[in-house]
């Protein structure tokens, strides 16, 4: 089961960062992942950071203003999200892969969390 939490309304330029904690999972031994998704348009995958070594992977779009990282002990993913921008405004949804190797496919991700919503204003 995975809970995000964090999200928020910011002013365009602003910062926010959004959490996933997960429950009832070996956390360690699943790459995690968020996607978002704005009103009439497709789940985007926007970062993914892998079980084995932490090694990263972001979307095009955010690349250079968006951080993923995890804590195992806390079993939490965490996304800072820095320089936000309207298009930005989505909701976000964190994702996880047993043993994934950190896809940008959304069908490799068997758990789901219910989103959280990030509104940036312009």
């Known amino acids: 089961q995975l809970a995000e939490s964090g999200g928020g309304l910011v002013q365009t330029g602003g910062s926010l960062r959004i959490s996933c904690a997960a429950s009832?999972?070996?956390?360690?031994?699943?790459?995690m992942a968020w996607f978002r998704q704005a009103t009439r348009k497709e789940r985007e995958f926007v970062a993914a950071?892998?079980?084995?070594?932490?090694?990263?992977v972001y979307g095009n779009s955010v690349k250079g203003r968006f951080t993923i990282t995890r804590d195992n002990a806390a079993n939490t993913v965490y996304l800072q999200m820095n320089n936000l921008g309207p298009e930005d405004t989505a909701i976000y949804y964190c994702?996880?892969?047993?043993?994934?190797?950190?896809?940008?496919?959304?069908?490799?991700?068997?758990?789901w969390g219910q989103g959280t919503q990030v509104t940036v204003s312009s």
């Open positions: 950071i892998r079980h084995s070594d932490n090694n990263t």
């Open positions: 009832t999972l070996r956390f360690s031994a699943y790459t």
């Open positions: 994702a996880a892969d047993e043993y994934g190797l950190g896809s940008v496919l959304r069908q490799m991700y068997e758990s």
